[in-house]
């Protein structure tokens, strides 16, 4: 089973700085995913990755998967307090069910 | 995407009790999964149900604890039995997508054993 690494695992920061969090294993990911989780909900996709190297953007936040597709990097600009929640990520090899890292939960602070 | 229908979303039960999670999906899937999210944590997988056979477990789980049903393509539930303290957590089912597309989550059932 891969194992993620996720860091940091708790992250609070004041509206309208940029924060950073990270994914990483040891292996290679056939693709990632990014997911956000809100309290009382279970957690909703962001994005997929999948090629090497790939930058993705969806509004304030950009993703890059990295060039050995070991690693991964979630980037918020400009972070709202409406950003707060648990970001998890999470991978799985072809038809093996869907493994999370521990996760970050990130609070902003009006 | 799929939808999923979870219930109850939440429940508080004695100690060595059971209770029974139900999911329902809008379209027909071949496998179901089943998460546990302990209080602060992350997802742990318990188990994945598949439609016809029995539901396969992971490493922790047993089937006698967490007896899961997959009666048809579209529903699945999933038992927990003999309630502790201990089990007090989120329980979330899931459906994968196509390769490389996102799982779809219930919105949990939040369990509180007393």
């Known amino acids: 089973t891969q194992l993620l690494e996720q860091s940091p695992q708790f992250l609070s920061i004041q509206e309208g700085e940029n924060l950073t969090v990270y994914c990483n294993s040891s292996s290679v990911f056939s693709s990632l995913q990014w997911y956000r989780q809100e309290p009382g909900e279970g957690p909703v996709l962001l994005v997929t990755?999948?090629?090497?190297?790939e930058v993705k953007k969806l509004k304030r936040l950009t993703f890059q998967f990295g060039d050995a597709r070991k690693d991964s990097s979630l980037h918020i600009t400009a972070a709202q307090p409406g950003d707060t929640g648990l970001y998890l990520c999470?991978?799985?090899?072809?038809?093996?069910?869907?493994?999370f890292g521990k996760g970050t939960r990130l609070s902003v602070i009006a | 995407s799929a939808v999923i229908s979870q219930k109850p979303s939440r429940d508080i039960c004695q100690r060595g009790t059971s209770l029974t999670i139900q999911c329902q999906v809008d379209?027909?899937?071949?496998?179901m999964f089943w998460y546990r999210q302990q209080p602060g944590q992350s997802l742990t997988l318990i188990a994945t149900a598949n439609q016809g056979s029995e539901a396969t477990y992971e490493s922790g789980f047993v089937i006698d604890k967490f007896p899961i049903s997959r009666p048809n393509l579209t529903f699945s539930t999933l038992t927990v039995s003999n309630m502790s303290p201990e089990d007090s957590s989120i329980y979330l089912c899931?459906?994968?997508?196509?390769?490389?597309?996102?799982?779809?989550f219930g919105s949990g059932t939040r369990l509180t054993v007393v």
């Open positions: 379209s027909q899937v071949t496998m």
């Open positions: 999470a991978s799985h090899s072809g038809n093996t069910p869907l493994v």
């Open positions: 899931s459906v994968g997508g196509r390769l490389n597309y996102g799982y779809t």
């Open positions: 990755v999948v090629t090497g190297g």
